[in-house]
């Protein structure tokens, strides 16, 4: 598991990248880029309660990306490898577009169609994304209809590892429901978990719902 703690990681240096492959879109039968990070640490980064992570040196690795040719959405990880008809050498002209939050709004829109392996990553991207706009100004924000239901409905996908179990407890305090929250709390934590435990604990203590930063 990433260590999220403060202090891990030690000097600032270059993102590592290393040598990338080339997927073929089912779409387009285009090639599709894929760059692994070969190096990161979360130094200089902020969590937030919901999760998301800014850390510029240690970006997300998407599981989901849009076609550079087509726009078709695929999972990266699902691609079968290109052959051709062209060499690429160029990653660049080829690489993947993420989505943005009216794409993740529209996968769940026909979350039926979709393996219910994907439902708990799409409905918290959906939340997470939906949540940028307070992290910069708008803290205050109250929750909309539709990200009310998607909250509600990441409840019932959450499982018993501890993740999930710290994400159930953020829900349950962003909706309101602080005795769920407190609940949900309660037993034992991995060490590297406990400041973000106590972090939420003192939020549900103050009865204060709002997304909140864990640490920066
Ligand atoms: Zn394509």
Request: charged residues 25%.
């Amino acid at each position: 598991m990433t260590d999220l703690s403060p202090n891990a990681g030690s000097t600032r240096e270059p993102l590592a990248y290393g040598e990338p492959t080339y997927k073929c879109c089912e779409n387009c039968q285009q090639p599709v880029a894929i760059v692994p990070l070969l190096s990161g640490n979360p130094m200089g980064g902020t969590l937030w309660s919901d999760g998301h992570m800014d850390a510029p040196q240690l970006p997300e690795q998407e599981l989901l990306g849009k076609c550079a040719h087509c726009g078709e959405i695929a999972c990266l990880a699902e691609l079968q490898d290109y052959a051709g008809p062209a060499a690429v050498d160029n990653a660049a002209d080829h690489a993947f577009e993420p989505l943005a939050l009216d794409d993740y709004r529209m996968l769940v829109d026909h979350i039926d169609l979709i393996d219910a392996s994907y439902h708990l990553y799409l409905r918290l991207k959906c939340w997470q994304l939906g949540n940028h706009p307070r992290r910069q100004a708008d803290a205050e924000r109250p929750l909309s209809e539709s990200e009310t239901e998607n909250l509600q409905q990441l409840l019932m996908l959450f499982g018993d590892d501890e993740p999930d179990r710290l994400l159930k407890a953020e829900v349950f305090r962003q909706l309101g429901e602080f005795e769920r929250a407190e609940n949900a709390l309660v037993g034992p934590f991995h060490s590297q978990a406990g400041d973000i435990v106590a972090r939420l604990r003192e939020l549900v203590r103050q009865r204060q719902s709002q997304l909140a930063v864990i640490f920066r």
